[in-house]
């Protein structure tokens, strides 16, 4: 690729972090189906409280009626449920059922196979650090988008 940055060229570096992630996520998915429905399986079991289908649009970044759509589908394929909120019985929930649970675990499996795959090539200590960091960025990055969320609200 011409647009990346050499080794220790460090113009420009940081510039290539948005679309490579882009790239990851749309490369290491088994299709565009299989990518949405990881995502959405994802949002839900990563939720410390309970995910509406509002909050699912909101870490997606799509508007409600597209993660409506996707969260209904991922229901009639039996991987949510919809549940009475605990915390406001007016309100509707969702749940991972026992088969979306069984998804993410294939999905997580995919991804792996394909980490260690692209990764081949790699010295065992570069792999195992580069995970760390990616899975860090990605904590960090949750609290950051929950923190921004609260600081729009005002809470």
Same mark, same amino acid.
């Given at each position: 690729m011409s647009d990346s940055p050499r080794p220790g060229d460090d113009e420009g570096l940081l510039d290539q972090v948005g679309p490579a992630l882009s790239r990851l996520r749309r490369r290491t998915a088994g299709g565009r189906g299989d990518l949405t429905r990881n995502l959405v399986l994802n949002v839900v079991h990563d939720d410390p409280g309970e995910m509406t289908v509002g909050g699912v649009a909101a870490e997606m970044g799509v508007a409600q009626p597209v993660a409506s759509r996707t969260v209904a589908a991922c229901i009639a394929d039996g991987l949510l449920r919809r549940a009475v909120s605990q915390e406001d019985g007016r309100r509707t929930v969702l749940e991972l059922t026992e088969a979306g649970e069984t998804e993410r675990?294939? &999905? #997580?499996?995919?991804?792996?196979?394909?980490?260690?795959?692209?990764?081949?090539?790699?010295? @065992?200590?570069? /792999?195992?650090? &580069? #995970?760390?960091?990616?899975?860090?960025?990605?904590?960090?990055?949750?609290?950051?988008?929950? @923190?921004?969320? /609260?600081?729009?609200?005002?809470?």
């Open positions: 675990g294939r &999905f #997580a499996s995919e991804q792996r196979e394909a980490f260690e795959s692209i990764t081949a090539g790699w010295t @065992g200590a570069d /792999r195992d650090q &580069f #995970a760390r960091y990616l899975i860090r960025y990605s904590q960090d990055s949750s609290d950051w988008s929950r @923190g921004k969320g /609260r600081r729009a609200t005002g809470s």
